[in-house]
DNA sequence: TTGAAAGCGCTAACAC
DNA sequence: GTGTTAGCGCTTTCAA
């Protein structure tokens, strides 16, 4: 049989509620009782109960953590370390983490089960998600962080990447190298990030009197993967583009320009250098390895955590935005 | 406030205890009864609590999932996808799976939290996890399903790979395509899979009657990355040994050794022809791109979730074994 | 076949 | 500061 909280404070000697006032540091416990308290704990290795606490408090103990599925199905290591961060981080705010992916389209039977049964205190979204869930759990009250994504309109909490500033940074650093002919190769703008992102290389480009006219922004795809990367590096080298330096929105577009310079014989970085944006696995295994933005991606989710318990605590209100920095990474591709 | 069961009970016009009964199928209600009863359910959303009906079954309905935290920090694919096959698989089996990670020497401490406070039914191991923990569920009677290892000693519930058969795929196929002289790389071969496919490997070069003697077979490296690959196939070259075909015990050494091989100027497949083992996004974002065995990782997940429940419910045996069968996926570096 | 009632292990009023 | 006690929402005897 489990041990419960009575044998504990038969064992100590005193009232259920007296151990229930330690563990819950409700205060008003006197130093001596304390202890004894704690060594019966201690001794018979009792650990409360979450489902009977869960019962009285009403609070699960868990967090949600939902993500499209086209995002995970892909297994992207960019939202398993997201992931990954905010089970680590979870842990010491005893919270667990529930995962669970949804289809972009979100019919109504699709609805989470942890949302149905009420079995989150709170829910992290991570990457695009369809507004129609995001609402769903504002009407129902629900605390929530969004990660990566802010939709259009409403005022979510989220944890965002400081994308104009990586961009600035690569532009800069491209610029510094002595490139003038750049051209940025862009994904789905449904996303704002990826908005942000070329907004962000026109400004720059602007800024240092450089042009970045269409010609040099390529930006219409609709997915942000190695073979649209491919397409469009190839599209500018055949339309004959004067071009010294690729922009990438991130590490996939960028491979998958390296491999269409690499096909047209064009050295990297003598002839062409490249950056991309993520820091991901691809960035590091590509040959040559890839100059990019690192983006925290473990912290991220950390981040996301600890906001949304101290939203559900009462201690951060509904609404705070978390602009993470992101830091250029120089290897080989430039 | 929530929906209790009472309020369905009123609703319906019964006893808290009949809408129970409907609700667990425990028989012995009327047709009648039941619709009435299910009627009140879905009029008012009803979904019962967990953390209540958990209280009284003592089951949390939640599932764990151990992963060796090298293996999640890498946020290796392969790991990922076992893990998103288990989360798909639970929902049907209404139950939420759980995940941690843990250090390879696991200390008292680093016990998971959801064994501590018993707040799961079940466990699932993925890799290799130190032997402590396997016993420490062991000896709690806790049920658990390991993935892709089986200890040395003891009799586990498994999830395991049919790694004889794929190295026996390969190593034929190489063999119709008129290659005689093979070269196997392998890597930990701590890891009982490692051994096995290093085992098949022999065995089915000695069935053909070719040479397996030791300068063919590299597998000492304690690592199996792409760097050990390329370390692997580059000593083979520069040591002369004569190799048409390089086996590697999975795609990140295979694509090692594709590198390798590449920086030598020998041409893939005409030169030299490799294969991998696991179809990893290595094997397709690899130019050539890799020959590999295909394993089922989401479908391994899923076996694990149904096996591991059917323990629970006492109708599969611990102990029991399943050897997923995995599938050679032609490409271009054969 | 259905209903009444006793807990499951815990927290939180409320007494003392 | 500490103890008594009433539930939280559910399942499960046990009677009817």
Redesign the interface.
Known sequence: M?VTIREVAREAGVAVSTVSLVLNRKGRVSRETERKVLEAIEKLHY??????R??VTRH?G?LGFILSSDH??N?E?FY??IF?GT??EA?SH?Y??????IGEQFQEKEIP??L????VDGVILAGTVPARIIEYIKERGLPCVLIDYLPPSGNYSAILIDNADGIRQAVTHLIEKGHRDLVFVGGDSQHPGMRERRDAFCRTMAEHGLAADAGRICAEALLSG?QEGFDAALQVITNKVKVTAFVAANDALA?GIL?ACRDHKLRIPEDVAITGFDDV??AI?A?PTLTTLHVPKEEMGALAVRLLSQIIAGTASAGTKILVPVRLVCREST
Request: no cysteine; glycine share 2%; net charge positive.
């Open positions: 489990n650990h409360p109960q979450r489902s009977a869960g019962l699960s868990n995970f199905s297994a290591p398993t370390k990954l089970e680590f842990r005893d667990y983490v529930l995962l669970t992916t089960r942890f149905l049964e009420k079995n190695a491979s491999r696995e691809t295994t040959r």
